[in-house]
């Protein structure tokens, strides 16, 4: 049980240094006093126009092209489902008109029959 509860330790602590290692080694974030920020945000002297340009970056084209794609093709399933659903009813329909027409038909055929002579 102690050998069990050192190994955890020593994991629980090997982790935690590997986080704090990474936490230390972010980037910070740069905070720019009013006076010196550009009248224009969008300046590409104060910004990295590589990602917030959707025109030049490929991986938001890329992006914006895949959503565009799956919501097209959601809209074409649904579509597709839609009208299934509209088939599969008008076909059932179909069968069950056919079903009790033929029904109907046989009542009528027995209950026009004469009757039967008895068999010795």
Do not use: C, W
Not at 23 to 42: D, F, K, M
Not at 47 to 52: A, E, F, K, M
Not at 92 to 103: F, P
Not at 105 to 115: G, I, S, V, Y
């Amino acid at each position: 049980m102690i050998k069990l509860r050192t190994i955890l330790a020593g994991t629980a602590v090997a982790m935690f240094a590997q986080f704090a290692a990474a936490q230390g080694s972010a980037p910070a974030t740069i905070v720019v006093p009013a006076a010196e920020a550009p009248a224009n945000p969008n300046d590409p002297a104060y910004t990295d126009q590589s990602r917030l340009n959707q025109s030049n970056d490929p991986y938001v084209k890329k992006r914006v092209a895949t959503k565009k794609a799956k919501t097209e093709y959601k809209a074409g399933k649904k579509a597709a489902k839609k009208e299934y659903k509209h088939h599969k009813a008008d076909a059932k329909s179909e069968l069950h008109d056919a079903k009790k027409d033929a029904s109907d038909t046989r009542a009528m055929e027995l209950k026009n029959m004469p009757p039967m002579a008895p068999s010795n």
